[in-house]
């Protein structure tokens, strides 16, 4: 299997919600990723995880919250989005070892909306 | 403070035509670089990076350190081309990437 899978595709939310995305991969790779993209935009890094713990937090809100279950499966949980957090919300992993730099495998991505 | 500039949003050729999209960077460090494709209702993918100096879908991309660019060509461009494609940098030998991507240049190449 060399793809990362997210679920779900689309995700409509309220305000009050709490959703969480999934995100799922199964080449033992060691890092992965969070990426935030606008319409029109580049993604933007939001999180990385190196072996299963948090590397990098690019600043965002404490309403986003990642957890890293294991080795395969990385989750973001949502809680009292607003609307301009309406966006593509893609997983990425790398092989993750030091010293070498392995590109991205990305995944098709979660399309939120919250109303 | 690491910066990727594709100056292009949109470039329009015809099939058969060269095509260059360019990337400039800005880092203090020796990054690696890499241009990600992603074609229409497909998910964002590696297209090359700079370190394999191979050819991929005939596109080839150059490091040119002095003029700190990056630039994409192709000699005959194909309408399978037509995609959006994004020019990226990242710290080399970091274990994981802190991918920083540019604004991205839409190609189409109409028949």
């Known amino acids: 299997d060399t793809e990362v899978t997210q679920t779900p595709k689309h995700l409509v939310m309220g305000m009050t919600n709490k959703k969480s995305l999934k995100c799922e991969q199964h080449m033992g790779h060691r890092a992965m990723y969070w990426y935030k993209q606008k319409a029109k935009k580049p993604p933007e890094l939001m999180f990385v995880?190196?072996?299963?713990?948090?590397?990098i937090n690019e600043s965002v809100p404490s309403r986003f919250s990642p957890e890293c279950p294991n080795s395969s499966l990385l989750n973001l949980h949502l809680h009292a989005l607003q609307p301009e957090d309406s966006a593509l919300y893609l997983c990425?992993?790398?092989?993750?070892?030091?010293?070498?730099?392995?590109?991205?495998?990305f995944g098709n991505g979660t399309r939120l909306t919250v109303t | 403070a690491q910066r990727v500039t594709q100056p292009e949003k949109l470039l329009s050729v015809f099939k058969g035509a060269p095509v260059e999209l360019k990337c400039n960077y800005s880092?203090?460090?020796?990054?690696?670089l890499f241009w990600y494709v992603q074609y229409s209702r497909q998910r964002l993918q590696l297209l090359l990076r700079?370190?394999s100096r191979e050819s991929i879908k005939g596109f080839t991309a150059d490091l040119n350190k002095g003029e700190t660019s990056f630039h994409l060509k192709k000699p005959f461009a194909q309408e399978e081309d037509s995609a959006m494609y994004y020019c990226a940098l990242s710290p080399m030998n970091t274990g994981f990437q802190k991918l920083v991507f540019g604004t991205g240049t839409r190609l189409l190449v109409s028949p």
């Open positions: 995880y190196s072996y299963e713990k948090l590397s």
């Open positions: 700079h370190i």
């Open positions: 990425a992993s790398s092989q993750g070892q030091q010293g070498v730099n392995s590109p991205l495998h």
């Open positions: 880092y203090s460090g020796s990054p690696e």
